[in-house]
């Protein structure tokens, strides 16, 4: 950490910041420069207390300088994480798209998407029993019901679930039906949940919330990780920002800036971001050429039909020419799909 | 709504739009332009069908008009809404002031910021229990031993409390504690919390998230409304743009467009929204004249021994200082305090 | 400024930057931490140099520390800075009020105007004769033709005449018939007019583009500046943002964190930012009790036949209930109108 | 054209809505809802009119339909347009690389660089004489006597030369030495800059402006097809949003919607969105693969000594890696390169 002082602080200020910064155990080093003088504090845990500064007279501000991630952190765990789902592993060289529709509405919805995405060598399913709904007014999903539905067809089909939970109360429902658990956007901060999750001991898929930066990210997938549960997937879908031409705008920089930052992988949900069925395909082509670790779609037998997000969804013949097309890119990308 | 047909939309597939629109039970209207062809369609309910009609063949996009909010808006209840906590009321002709630390640290600490409050006319203190913060390895609130505290300290000084709740499983052991439970800008779309605090039939605050528009913002409100309610008071604090001089923008122009569009009462926190303490009391007074109901401030009897958010608070004589300025302004603003 | 190392960084590297920072003339001062290594730097300039290290091996990022601005910062000039239009002064205990429509398009259409902003004590009159226009096909103004009708208005009236420039060229005809030349937020960084204009030795109103940071604000003040013209006033406007209930996002806060780093005087813009005139008289108080030194507002004597911008124009009957109410709003400012 | 009244309108209030759209030549067509009266407009043209209605007594709002772009939309001209700079296609099948360093910096810099870039297929050179800075104490660009070196070295090795303008009397200078204008972000909006350049007859590359929404975009593309000029090749280069990982966004989503929008080509400019060297290869082979039709890229034979933009330049080495693994993506893109 380095405390700016203010310029033309006083002796007596900058003595009561090496005094601050002695009593809590680290080691000050003034620097007394031209126009300003500043405070490098050099020790175990000096990052985190850049807070404690800012409010001592004459301080202008304290700059943290290391990685605040003690477990998501590249700097601690230089080597690439895999997760795994059933049998099937996030991270490794072989892409995982993960596809389905946005909610179960009906066992023949359900039933006849993910033959067709098993058709095409998917092996985990999306669809959700319980869907978060900005208003109130909308379906909300098939709850319990819903999760019966999901395990019977899983089963049948011989696939792997991941479904969104959202309050720790759908915990003991969802053990047992789903092989991964997802906290969506609008969750990405409930730290009850997160450890909730984190505590079941399942993979979690962690999606990034729609205003939150890279490194609020990474610390969400921290809360996780303090409870033992390793097991955390990224998943970028979309930050808002002024342009309204797409629903979200797709960070797809943030590929390799995670991948410098910390050793979890990443997967691109191009749906949700792009609101639109028709974009799908080029922005699911660009996130395996920028180095994702996957891909989750969303994709509906029949989308004129959809309950929800019906227009973001692919249909049967556009999820097919995308699943043809991706090898090709994956090759490319020097992964296999 | 107003359905858009992409042009030289082919009548076939304006006439599959219009056979929808009356499934649905709503009456079409076609209208032929000079460039494209619209269906306007009417209806009770047609607002929020827009979505099944965009993956229609040829159709462009589907606009919904008119207002979303059956329970928060202006259409339904034109006058303004006065909430109660405990007998001080929000929403009426005199402002509100809550104020008090980010968070309860010790009893001496939140007993004399409490003080400090009091002297000022404050008749509402605030100082979480509970602590939502970015990073695990952050301080988080000293949990149910606060809350003892915080009551033990309400009751002696004969004030109200408003306390953040950060998922249900909290909800016991707050009521007969707090006055007001506060919804923070993390959960504002935490839909089990936000069904959770309605249910309890206590007022709420409910802060905007720093990605939600005004709409999700009262969307997020409509989901406490629909338990019966209907005690909500609105509460903003920033919302997260380019601009990094700020910890968040102060979005003061939601003050009039929510005065527009609801009838809930509105605080404005300066203090979460600008990050740094001398940048509140300008802020605080630029509330008060937009036509806020109210503040929602942090102040620490030492803000430079707090464990959280230090930065922000005002010291006891900044805060004197605002409380004093305060008065003026809202005679201006044709309000007492 | 503060080189920071990449963790493992080897010493020659870490020397390679010694020795860089030594050609360049300025004191290296090495810190060896637990985690990290960081190299702080002494010298005048050293701010400007960030870039040069940053494609140095193990080089992690270089931190600036400093205030950038040599002119328009309060580091080298602590007093405010009162710039006089005509002999009306911007920046002192006197609030200014710049009013008037949006474009000139008419004599009768800007002499109303213009009188009706006089009749209120209002002494710099706006309306453009060039007008930036997003589409090439909306209106663009009277130009030269309404420039002539301008100036028989204003000596007319005996008022004082802000207009907003496009291109250096359009300085000829300018000069002599405005007495103070507007920069667009378009323009904000249109670095051949700034210098063009500041050349002109005219006061000059600086509009924030849409997507500056106030860093990004002062430093196009500078451009200006540098030219040996300091009288700039800088105009807040309001910034793009998720949020689309206004126009744009009134950036209030911008104004206590202008005040504390640049001397120049602050206007703001409500018109502009809002997009609708119901929302502009809230934020006219807001900004006057936030710390602005006056406000630049528009108003049209009949809005509704207005060619531009129509719908956040005041009408008459609000510009004078608006003129009314401010001086409570000064006075508790401390200020005067 | 919708015009939306507000609810309980009175019926003097939409007749003079109708009246009016008659008086502008349109056809009206009221709609009597359940909820709300709407009045769909008809006639070419509506489209822009909707500003004169919104200040209307009773008017909620006026909802413009259909696409404004006369001459760069889709709408207007279906197919792809193929801009030419010397012989080299922009817009075909073939994907375009333009790269060099940011700004000439010396006759043997600016040779090595170029010589590097021809050694791997590249055409058209960039290596900007003026430089647009932030701050007027950076570099600012050789001038007129950058423009002589390159002109040299463009003839010595055969190249093609994009160079930025900034404002309309560096025309002369360029005119003979640049085959294409290059308008920067900043100046996207600079009408004046536009048309000029337009004038020009050359052809043109814009910059997408940090805060520009595509529907501006496109609009600045219009202005320079006003002038008769239609060479107009559009450059995504980031956009501002909160993310500070990487110095602006770079919006890829942003391709396909201009495809379906707009005739006009797409370039990227990874180097200037990431801001960092070491995510740009990742990008540039995601911008492929979302189906720009080429690639604005910076390098530097030896970045650490660049006197602007050092680390966002690839050296020599990513430099040619990335063109080895380029046209991999490309053919999965079913493009060549």
Chains 1, 2, 3, 4 share one sequence.
Do not use: W
Not at 169 to 186: K, N, P, S, Y
Not at 253 to 271: A, K, Y
Not at 296 to 311: I, K, M, S, Y
Request: glycine fraction near 8%.
């Amino acid at each position: 950490m380095v405390i700016v002082m203010q310029p033309g602080a006083p002796k007596a200020d900058i003595d009561a910041v090496i005094a601050k910064v002695e009593e809590l155990g680290f080691t000050p080093h003034p620097i007394f420069g031209v126009e300003k003088t500043v405070v490098a504090v050099i020790g175990e845990g000096a990052y985190d207390a850049a807070d404690m500064f800012e409010s001592l007279p004459s301080v202008d501000r304290a700059v943290p300088i290391g990685q605040p991630y003690k477990l998501a952190g590249s700097d601690v765990k230089p080597e690439k994480t895999v997760v795994t789902v059933g049998d099937v592993p996030i991270g490794g060289e072989r892409l995982a798209v993960i596809a389905g529709p946005c909610a179960i509405e009906s066992r023949e919805q359900f039933l006849e998407t993910a033959k067709l995405v098993k058709s095409h060598g998917v092996r985990i399913v999306r669809g959700s029993a319980f869907k978060p709904r900005t208003s109130p007014h909308d379906f909300q999903g098939l709850g319990l019901k819903g999760l019966e539905l999901l395990k019977e067809v899983k089963e049948e089909l011989g696939l792997y679930l991941v479904n969104e939970i959202m309050e720790p109360g759908q915990l003991d429902a969802m053990v047992g039906v789903v092989d991964m658990l997802q906290i969506g956007a609008r969750n990405m901060q409930n730290f009850a949940l997160l450890s909730a999750v984190g505590k079941s001991g399942l993979p979690v898929l962690l999606k990034r919330g729609i205003a939150s930066t890279i490194d609020d990210f990474l610390k969400a997938a921290e809360y996780i990780m303090v409870t033992g549960n390793h097991n955390v997937v990224l998943c970028e879908r979309g930050i808002r920002t002024f342009e309204t031409a797409t629903r979200f705008t797709l960070d797809l920089s943030m590929v390799p800036v995670v991948r410098r930052l910390s050793h979890l992988p990443i997967l691109v949900d191009p749906s949700h971001a792009a609101g639109q069925h028709d974009y799908v395909p080029p922005l699911a082509k660009a996130a395996v050429a920028v180095g994702a670790d996957g891909l989750f779609v969303e994709t509906h037998f029949r989308p004129d039909q959809a309950l929800c997000d019906g227009p973001q969804a692919l249909s049967p013949t556009e999820f097919a020419e995308l699943m043809e097309a991706l090898p090709a890119f994956a090759e490319a990308a020097g992964r296999t799909i």
